[in-house]
């Protein structure tokens, strides 16, 4: 389909930013006056030059913010069109230049005397700031000389070479075969691997996983090396600036306590017995003698029919998060009705979805709607993420309205789970709650166990190399083979591919990130159980958290929507949701 076929209601309101593109233009001309941030250089002890520079900062980064995401959605629309790939490249250098003009101001506020910056952190003038300064007062044990700084700075590039290394080999090296499919010969991608795995074909399957995996296997020594040089830099920089651990380093960043991770690891570790009992029990579904890890993602509730269109689905979804209340279901309504969402799939737009937004606009999602009930669940995934960010950025300022990654996943993932618990209360059809049974089984195995397991294996990756000990090609190899044997359980052939599987995995280029998707779905479970039982008062907690964007830590702010994450407790609920629901579905199953 053409864009301009699409019925303007389908296409997001990007005139909301900008009207017309020549009053983006005119925008970006003021932007490229970059302000000379550097003129506050050795002034940030004096309260009223560093409230001046504050502010002046928050004016100029609205500016840059709302001129990239309005590029970014244009851009989007259709990669084709040269005017927006223009305005698209444009920000880049510009957002260079910002960096490198105030680049000066985290090292001066690290030298500026505990006594002064707890002064600036409780003056009402420095609200919108004070958390910004605690974090400041907070990092000062992991500061460095200003000479260390500009050579960290220097080997930028250094240290993301290991990534840009990776992502070139993962998208252009990997020497992916051919392979029948459909009654064609095709070339096996990264994306028809994964439609593959999901088909009910058990001998396709077992051919696109050997061959995928003998593809990555081909460049195991380099892959390794690779990843062994993105640990090393890790430790690097975590002894530079003066960590115990890169662990540390990364929760540091997040302002995260070390025992969250913790208790995601000992709860998983703990409760693995429900884990192993899935896996046996989609051995005996699907009838195998043997199951191979080609088997883990083979549907094993077929025949579903739930087809909407569009509206339908927009209109099922704002019934379906009736818990939330009457205001976020209005929200839900506002969005569909200001064109907040761009939703047809059509020639050069890009694909999959997401949330994006800038301060003082409403915020924008981006669909390539088809009627399956996966695409009616990220309707609901995203606008989870619109409405916390729509919340956040209504309720603080601009200094406090981005909310860390740590709890990005929390709102979407509570729409998705509110909305599996409302469908499966209307289902009618056994199969339809077989089938919503197993995708939610699936969700948590994929979000809390798998990303649980990926972080023990990177924890341990780490702590070798932080010992000083070999980490090597084989090492690895046989520490993620036990890690994955210990997860997945004996009624699962565990052949040499999967031994390697950690070589493929792009997010492990971002240390410590996966972490957070099991701890997002760890707190959605909770607060959506809570909600489902306490009713408006736990709406009214979560709309709290939602609102908090990072006034203080992400932490912190869970603990309003009454999950707190220092304890087991919310880890070993999420727990038993997934045995209680196993439990369920094997007694529709009849095992």
Same mark, same amino acid.
């Given at each position: 389909?053409?864009?301009?076929?699409?019925?303007?209601?389908?296409?997001?309101?990007?005139?909301?930013?900008?009207?017309?593109?020549?009053?983006?233009?005119?925008?970006?001309?003021?932007?490229?006056?970059?302000?000379?941030?550097?003129?506050?250089?050795?002034?940030?002890?004096?309260?009223?030059?560093?409230?001046?520079?504050?502010?002046?900062?928050?004016?100029?980064?609205?500016?840059?913010?709302?001129?990239?995401?309005?590029?970014?959605?244009?851009?989007?629309?259709?990669?084709?069109?040269?005017? $927006?790939?223009?305005? !698209?490249?444009?920000?880049?250098?510009?957002?260079?230049?910002?960096?490198?003009?105030?680049?000066?101001?985290?090292?001066?506020?690290?030298?500026?005397?505990?006594?002064?910056?707890?002064?600036?952190?409780?003056?009402?003038?420095?609200?919108?700031?004070?958390?910004?300064?605690?974090?400041?007062?907070?990092?000062?044990? $992991?500061?460095?000389?200003?000479?260390?700084?500009?050579?960290?700075?220097? *080997?930028?590039?250094? +240290?993301?070479?290991?990534?840009?290394?990776?992502?070139?080999?993962?998208?252009?090296?990997?020497?992916?075969?051919?392979?029948?499919?459909?009654?064609?010969?095709?070339?096996?991608?990264?994306?028809?691997?994964?439609?593959?795995?999901?088909?009910?074909?058990?001998?396709?399957?077992?051919?696109?996983?050997?061959?995928?995996?003998?593809?990555?296997?081909?460049?195991?020594?380099?892959?390794?090396?690779?990843?062994?040089?993105?640990?090393? *830099?890790?430790?690097?920089?975590?002894?530079?600036?003066?960590?115990?651990?890169?662990?540390?380093?990364?929760?540091?960043?997040?302002?995260?306590?070390?025992?969250?991770?913790? =208790?995601?690891?000992?709860?998983?570790?703990?409760?693995?017995?429900?884990? $192993?009992?899935?896996?046996?029990?989609?051995? #005996?579904?699907?009838?195998?003698?043997?199951?191979?890890?080609?088997?883990?993602?083979?549907?094993?509730?077929?025949?579903?029919? +739930?087809?909407?269109?569009?509206?339908?689905?927009?209109?099922?979804?704002?019934?379906?998060?009736?818990?939330?209340?009457?205001?976020?279901?209005?929200?839900?309504?506002?969005?569909?009705?200001?064109?907040?969402?761009?939703?047809?799939?059509?020639?050069?737009?890009?694909?999959?979805?997401?949330?994006?937004?800038?301060?003082?606009?409403?915020?924008?999602?981006?669909? =390539?709607?088809?009627?399956?009930?996966?695409?009616?669940?990220?309707?609901? $995934?995203?606008?989870?993420?619109?409405?916390?960010?729509?919340?956040?950025?209504? !309720?603080?300022? +601009?200094?406090?309205?981005?909310?860390?990654?740590?709890?990005?996943?929390?709102?979407?993932?509570?729409?998705?789970?509110?909305?599996?618990?409302?469908?499966?209360?209307?289902?009618?059809?056994?199969?339809?709650?077989?089938?919503?049974?197993?995708?939610?089984?699936?969700?948590?195995?994929?979000?809390?166990?798998?990303?649980?397991?990926?972080?023990?294996?990177?924890?341990?990756?780490?702590?070798?190399?932080?010992?000083?000990?070999?980490?090597?090609?084989?090492?690895?190899?046989?520490?993620?083979?036990?890690?994955?044997?210990?997860?997945?359980?004996?009624?699962?052939?565990?052949? =040499?591919?999967?031994?390697?599987?950690?070589?493929?995995?792009?997010?492990?280029?971002? *240390?410590?990130?996966?972490?957070?998707?099991?701890?997002?779905?760890?707190?959605?479970?909770?607060?959506? #159980?809570?909600?489902?039982?306490?009713?408006?008062?736990?709406?009214?907690?979560?709309?709290?958290?939602?609102?908090?964007?990072? *006034?203080?830590?992400?932490?912190?702010?869970?603990?309003?929507?009454?999950?707190?994450?220092?304890?087991?407790?919310?880890?070993?609920?999420?727990?038993?949701?997934?045995?209680?629901?196993?439990?369920?579905?094997?007694?529709?199953?009849?095992?």
């Amino acid at each position: 389909m053409d864009r301009k076929d699409v019925k303007i209601e389908r296409k997001w309101k990007v005139e909301d930013i900008y009207a017309t593109d020549e009053l983006w233009e005119q925008d970006f001309i003021k932007a490229q006056n970059v302000p000379k941030f550097s003129k506050y250089a050795g002034k940030l002890g004096n309260k009223e030059q560093l409230l001046k520079f504050l502010r002046e900062d928050d004016e100029y980064s609205v500016l840059i913010e709302r001129l990239a995401i309005y590029a970014h959605l244009r851009h989007d629309e259709n990669i084709a069109v040269p005017l $927006h790939a223009a305005q !698209y490249s444009k920000m880049f250098p510009l957002f260079s230049q910002y960096s490198t003009e105030r680049a000066f101001f985290e090292p001066e506020m690290a030298k500026l005397s505990d006594e002064y910056l707890n002064s600036v952190a409780a003056d009402p003038d420095f609200f919108d700031y004070d958390y910004i300064i605690k974090r400041v007062i907070k990092g000062k044990a $992991h500061t460095i000389s200003e000479a260390e700084e500009k050579i960290i700075g220097m *080997s930028y590039e250094v +240290f993301n070479t290991f990534s840009d290394t990776f992502a070139m080999i993962d998208n252009l090296d990997v020497p992916l075969p051919e392979i029948e499919y459909e009654g064609k010969t095709v070339k096996l991608s990264h994306g028809l691997y994964g439609i593959i795995l999901h088909s009910p074909n058990k001998e396709k399957r077992k051919e696109a996983y050997d061959k995928y995996y003998a593809a990555y296997g081909s460049l195991l020594n380099t892959l390794a090396s690779t990843y062994i040089g993105n640990v090393k *830099s890790d430790v690097l920089l975590s002894r530079v600036y003066k960590f115990n651990s890169c662990l540390e380093r990364a929760l540091f960043d997040e302002d995260v306590d070390k025992c969250v991770y913790d =208790n995601l690891l000992k709860a998983v570790d703990d409760n693995l017995a429900s884990m $192993h009992r899935y896996i046996a029990d989609r051995k #005996k579904i699907l009838g195998y003698e043997k199951q191979y890890f080609s088997d883990v993602y083979a549907p094993l509730v077929e025949g579903v029919d +739930f087809k909407l269109s569009y509206d339908e689905a927009y209109a099922y979804v704002i019934k379906g998060l009736g818990a939330l209340g009457k205001d976020y279901q209005a929200l839900l309504k506002k969005a569909y009705d200001e064109r907040w969402l761009d939703v047809e799939e059509t020639e050069g737009k890009r694909n999959g979805a997401y949330s994006a937004s800038c301060y003082g606009v409403h915020p924008y999602v981006l669909l =390539n709607y088809h009627p399956t009930i996966s695409e009616v669940f990220t309707i609901a $995934h995203e606008m989870g993420h619109s409405i916390h960010t729509y919340y956040s950025q209504k !309720y603080q300022p +601009f200094a406090k309205s981005q909310y860390k990654i740590f709890v990005a996943e929390v709102a979407s993932t509570v729409n998705e789970v509110l909305l599996l618990k409302y469908m499966l209360g209307e289902a009618k059809d056994t199969n339809l709650k077989k089938y919503l049974l197993n995708y939610y089984l699936d969700t948590i195995r994929a979000t809390l166990h798998r990303q649980t397991m990926f972080a023990e294996f990177e924890a341990e990756a780490h702590s070798v190399a932080e010992r000083g000990e070999p980490l090597t090609k084989d090492a690895m190899c046989e520490m993620y083979a036990k890690i994955g044997k210990k997860y997945y359980g004996d009624q699962i052939e565990h052949d =040499n591919n999967i031994s390697f599987e950690w070589a493929r995995i792009p997010h492990f280029y971002n *240390s410590f990130y996966v972490y957070k998707y099991a701890t997002g779905i760890t707190a959605a479970i909770n607060i959506a #159980k809570r909600i489902l039982k306490c009713g408006e008062s736990a709406v009214k907690d979560y709309i709290k958290f939602l609102s908090g964007g990072s *006034s203080t830590d992400p932490v912190s702010l869970l603990k309003l929507a009454g999950v707190d994450l220092t304890k087991a407790e919310p880890f070993e609920i999420a727990m038993r949701e997934f045995d209680e629901t196993l439990s369920e579905f094997e007694k529709l199953m009849g095992i």
